[in-house]
Each structure stands twice: as C-alpha cells, then as structure tokens.
C-alpha cells in the first residue's frame, strides 16, 4: 500500500529565513510520481510540482527548491527566503499504479512571521 | 483558465438528514476525485471515477455514502443519513488522464464543500 508521511506538523520561522518541509514516501511500485500542494487559508489546493520516479534531478523554481533522493524515499520541498504570503498548509502527494490513486500526507502547516 | 466548479460552498444539516455535493470538472478530463479532508488532516480519497466508471470506493463509506457520474461528466456526491463525524471539507479535483497510460498529470481541485453536521 501506498504512504505518506509529513512528520512536521507546523512549523514557524521569520520572514526570511529558509525552511525545508520533510515528505517521505512508500510505494511499491517502480513507477510512481510525486507531488507538492500548496492549501492556503482560503481552501483550494493549488499544484506545486510534479516529479516522477526516473527523474532524481533537484529542480529550482524561484525562492523553491525540491530535493528527491530514491535512497531515502524522500521528497523535500525547501522555501529560501521564506515570506509571509507562504504561510499555508503543504502537502506532499503520491500517485502510482495504472488509473492514478493519489494518497495525500497530513501536511505541514507553515507559519511565516513577519 | 478553467476551473472545477463544487457546489454548495457551505452545507450545514442536521444529524440523520440526507445531503448532496455536485462538481463539474474540466472539460474533457477523463478523471474525477472525490475527497474527505477533515479539519488538519490531509484529504482522504473517496472515490475515483475514469469516465463514468467508479474505478477506486475502496474507502467510501457505502452504507451511507454513493457517489455517481453519470454522463462522465459532473458529478454527485451523497450522504445519507449524515452523521456527526461527516463533517469536513469534500473536495472534487480532475485530471486529464485517461486508463492506464500512466501519465500521471497533476489534479485541478475545486474549492470545496464545507460541510457541518449538528
């Protein structure tokens, strides 16, 4: 069966300091794919990223940055310079087998101060 | 863009009463999602549609929940009778993917439907 874990259930920081939200996977698939959503106060999940099981490389996209390590099942999502409109709720995700059945973790509630 | 539309937004009922939560994806995507996202916990799937066939309810409540898509297109959740620990957020998402290719493309969520049982 498929699992995620967030084990940070909040966290708060400064306005500015960097931060690194934890996600680790379990799957017993070959090929699967791994995701990132972010839930503001408003509600609506909003897509992050998507990385798929063949591709380790780190990606960057502004102020956010993922790293996926296979060895670990990992897939950690980092916010440098972290600002206040990134307070939200953040939640990994995995998606494997043929019909695609996406299982949520329980998310990290981030808190940015300002 | 385009959007997954959810209705109502706000649903308060009393115990025992009978409920119902529509959603209409995006045009032309194959898949649909219903989601149970109670208050700080992640959303838990409820139901998975690929066109109008239902292809995962391994964690629908069926004695009191039914989910059906017609036409393949929108959807309609029920929850009948409702119960006290019904009360969460039901989020609709979908996905442009289609049988098993395996493409895994992201899902579009919807705003939700807030619902309270009393």
């Known amino acids: 069966a498929q699992k995620v874990t967030q084990a940070q259930t909040e966290i708060s920081v400064v306005e500015k300091e960097d931060v690194t939200l934890d996600c680790v996977y379990e799957?017993?698939?070959?090929?699967?794919?791994l995701f990132w959503y972010k839930q503001p106060p408003s509600g609506e999940l909003v897509f992050l990223i998507r990385?798929?099981?063949?591709?380790?490389q780190n990606e960057i996209s502004g102020r956010y940055s993922w790293n996926f390590q296979k060895s670990t099942s990992s897939f950690n999502f980092t916010i440098t310079a972290s600002q206040v409109v990134d307070s939200a709720v953040y939640f990994c995700?995995?998606?494997?087998?043929?019909?695609?059945?996406?299982?949520f973790g329980t998310g990290t509630k981030l808190q940015v101060i300002p | 863009e385009a959007e997954v539309a959810q209705s109502p937004r706000y649903k308060i009922t009393e115990k025992s009463q009978a409920v119902a939560f529509w959603c209409d994806p995006i045009?032309?995507?194959?898949?649909l999602y219903w989601y149970r996202q109670i208050l700080g916990q992640g959303p838990e799937l409820l139901v998975q549609?690929?066109?109008?066939?239902?292809?995962?309810d391994s964690q629908l409540p069926k004695d009191r929940f039914s989910a059906e898509r017609l036409k393949g297109v929108d959807s309609t959740l029920k929850i009948q009778p409702a119960e006290l620990g019904d009360s969460a957020m039901y989020l609709c998402?979908?996905?442009?993917?289609?049988?098993?290719?395996?493409?895994?493309?992201?899902?579009?969520f919807g705003s939700g439907t807030q619902l309270s049982v009393l």
């Open positions: 998402a979908s996905s442009p993917n289609r049988g098993r290719r395996r493409t895994n493309e992201k899902l579009f």
């Open positions: 799957t017993r698939d070959t090929t699967y794919y």
């Open positions: 990385r798929n099981s063949f591709d380790e």
């Open positions: 995700a995995l998606s494997e087998g043929g019909y695609q059945k996406v299982t």
């Open positions: 045009s032309g995507h194959a898949t």
């Open positions: 549609f690929q066109d109008e066939s239902v292809v995962d």
